[in-house]
């Protein structure tokens, strides 16, 4: 997966369309990941010691890593993310969109 934590993403298809949040957690054997306020989902809980009040708890879902763009943080643009091989060895990301290197 070329997306990490703490990236933004635009959902690019979906009921959430448009939509764009910081990355919450990724699940790269299963190809999901969960976005901050994209595909909220209601739990009915139980009264507990966690949650003491118990009740219909809203929450964000998981969706497809497909189904979202990085945002490039110097354009502001959905980009695709490609690799870069630097002097010492080590790799990269890069937006294909303005070519610099993405924070990691």
Known sequence: MRIRKNDMVRVISGNDKG??????????????IIVEKVHMIKRHTKASKDVPQGGI????????????MLICPNTGKPTRIGKDILSDGSRARVSK??????ND
Request: no cysteine; net charge positive.
């Open 57 to 68: 708890i809203e929450k964000e879902g998981p969706i497809n890593a497909s189904n979202v």
């Open 19 to 32: 939509k764009e949040g910081k990355i919450l957690k990724v699940f790269p054997a299963l190809n999901r």
């Open 97 to 102: 969109r303005s070519g610099e290197m993405l």
